[in-house]
């Protein structure tokens, strides 16, 4: 479905998304019936997705999302998640890695957030969500594994074919992305995309350089 530009956002939006609405589209929004309020809800390329928070065309391994507050760089990225693991092609073994400076981000952020990946799932392909084994798994199969990037180890060993890295430039170690780096060969077009609020960190620094 392709959804028209002078429909109003779906429930799920943002705040400031919804304050932006002219009356206009308000009135339109509220004129849509359950079923077509249902069908653009979770409609993100070509409805709600701004062009930069769309994956770049081409061949990339790294997209390094720098921006700030209101940008909605937690919705990219798990939007980002959602349509890698959705994908036609998408080999039903793929395995995703989620990482955050810390457990509690990854959760509260990357996962159980507002935008996170469980916010913005539809119901028919909502994926599992296991804590204690940091653990995600949507019905095809796909799975994602989190971890913190405060401890570099966890990733030593693991091979994923995507990633998702939130606030990159707020990680201690480097490490830590390093050995994600090392690991992401699964598949025949690895990528890894890392949303952060800008700030000169070698990390940051070494990534815009590349």
């Known amino acids: 479905m392709t ?8 429930s799920n939006a943002s705040p400031a998304e919804l304050l932006s609405l002219s009356p206009r589209k308000r009135e339109i929004w509220e004129s849509l019936t359950r079923t077509e309020r249902a069908a653009l809800e979770y ?20 997209w390094l999302i720098l921006a700030g ?22 080999p039903s073994k793929a395995r995703i890695a989620l990482v ?9 952020v990357m996962i159980e957030g507002e935008s996170g990946i469980l916010s913005i799932s539809p119901p028919w392909n909502r994926p599992t ?13 796909a799975m994602a594994t989190t971890y913190t990037a405060d401890k570099p180890d966890q990733l030593r060993g693991p ?20 050995q994600l780096m090392f690991g992401l060969r699964l598949g025949d077009n690895p990528q890894c995309v890392a949303t952060t609020t800008p700030r000169p960190v070698p990390l ?3 990534l815009l350089a590349a």
Not at 3 to 10: F, G, K, Q, R, V
Not at 43 to 62: C, I, M, N, S, Y
């Open 3 to 10: 959804a028209s530009p002078n429909l109003p956002p779906p």
């Open 43 to 62: 409609t993100w390329r070509g409805f709600l997705a701004r062009p930069k928070q769309l994956a770049p065309r081409g061949d990339w391994r790294v």
């Open 69 to 90: 507050r209101g940008f909605g760089k937690s919705r990219t990225g798990a939007e980002w998640v959602r349509e890698t693991v959705g994908a036609p092609n998408v």
């Open 100 to 108: 955050a400076r810390t457990a509690a981000d990854v959760r509260d």
């Open 129 to 141: 969500y296991e804590p204690s084994q940091r653990r995600v798994t949507w019905p095809n199969g």
């Open 159 to 178: 091979q994923h074919s995507a990633a998702w890295c939130d606030e990159i430039a707020a990680w201690r170690y480097q490490d830590a992305w390093d």
């Open 204 to 206: 940051v620094r070494a």
